[in-house]
């Protein structure tokens, strides 16, 4: 009973971190994910690499 | 039953980002780079055509006009797929009940959503789908199913050439045979090898590259542990060499448990191996704008869900 109770807990925990991942990727400010990282050096640097080699779609 | 609702709806609630999602990152590189592509037998080399299966979907679905929508539907396809595969592989070294929680929790897993999310992931999704028939396949002894498994892994991306010494290492993780541990570790030498002369790379080698990715590869093992704080942008350059060396140092230390562990904890020693095999062409093959990030992470972390087989203190069913 215990072990069902901890699969369902952890299971609910990962969707809920899960869902704020996929959340990362559709929106512009979290390009790179909701990351604790934004906004360092490195994030801007890949940003505007981003901007300069990549393209938007038709 | 009910455990299965729960994990459709568990499902259905993490991936619906993903419906108004659209591409980011290199997508719109490698969705070009596929437009009006055709196949012949002569592109069928890794040189003259890098992940062809992947590419070829790409351009399927672009002359198909399908919006992002169902590019990210063909991923997630794809991922229940991968998940289905690690049911069945648990199941071959544990039991079924193990290995569908397994599969549950890889399904679920938040850490995945960067290879499920981003279209261009979906190369680490076929090549994860390789790597696993392979397995199956090997732990049958059907080494024409090897052979394909691992054919369709490389044609979804080069990186599942990894799946050689993986073969080897289910297989001694399930009958507990030394010469197929012997196997594993010679295999993925040759890998590492191949991945030193072959493998295009963008700098020259150093200690320090080494040293980063191994930093990128205990960040992994330990989010895998625990899922939080994750960023695809981690300044790992910022890490002081000491870090690094000590990471090396971890690296090694949790490859010598692996190997103290492969006969009294065969499941925890083996997806252990798992995940440092799957990563450890990365130490070598210099990809200097993409240190080990999370969808490159993918297949190394199905040996996290073998792991799951121990902490259920199953012993292998076929030994």
């Known amino acids: 009973m215990g072990a069902r109770i901890a699969l369902i807990v952890i299971a609910s925990i990962y969707a809920v971190l899960g869902r704020q991942q996929a959340f990362g990727w559709q929106s512009d400010r979290s390009l790179w994910s909701h990351a604790v990282t934004v906004g360092t050096p490195t994030y801007r640097a890949r940003a505007n690499y981003e901007k300069a080699v990549f393209v938007g779609l038709p | 039953v009910k455990w299965a609702l729960l ?100 399904l679920l897993y938040p850490l995945n959503m960067e290879a499920v999310g981003y279209v261009s992931g979906r190369a680490d999704l076929i090549a994860a789908i390789g790597v696993l028939c392979a397995c199956l396949c090997g732990l049958r002894g059907q080494w024409i199913g090897v052979l394909f498994g691992l054919g369709l892994g490389v044609l979804g991306k080069e990186s599942a050439i990894v799946g050689l010494p993986l073969v080897a290492l289910v297989r001694a993780m399930a009958y507990g045979r ?113 240190l080990l990030n999370e969808h490159q992470f993918y297949v190394p972390r199905i040996g996290a869900a073998i792991m799951v087989a121990h902490v259920f203190r199953v012993k292998p069913c076929l030994a």
């Open chain 2, 7 to 106: 994990v459709v709806a568990l499902a259905a609630y993490e991936f619906s980002p993903l419906l108004n999602a659209g591409f980011v990152y290199e997508d719109a590189r490698w969705l070009e780079a596929s437009d009006g592509m055709t196949v012949s037998m002569a592109d069928l080399t890794l040189q003259r055509a890098p992940r062809l299966l992947t590419r070829y979907s790409f351009s399927w679905q672009r002359r198909a006009g399908h919006s992002p929508l169902a590019f990210h539907a063909l991923n997630l396809a794809l991922h229940v797929i991968v998940c289905a595969l690690v049911a069945l592989l648990v199941s071959e070294v544990s039991s079924l009940a193990v290995g569908l929680c397994a599969a549950s929790l890889f």
């Open chain 2, 178 to 290: 030394k010469s197929d541990y012997v196997a594993s570790g010679v295999l993925a030498s040759a890998v590492m090898a191949a991945a030193w002369f072959v493998a295009p790379s963008e700098a020259v080698w150093t200690p320090t590259w080494a040293g980063l990715q191994m930093a990128a590869w205990v960040r992994h093992v330990a989010q895998t542990v625990i899922p939080i704080g994750s960023s695809v942008d981690f300044n790992y350059r910022a890490l002081p060499v000491s870090v690094l060396a000590i990471a090396a140092v971890f690296t090694a230390g949790l490859s010598e448990l692996a190997w103290r562990w492969r006969w009294s904890a065969p499941l925890l020693a083996g997806g252990l191996a798992w995940m440092l095999i799957a990563a450890m062409p990365r130490f070598v093959a210099v990809t200097p704008h993409s």
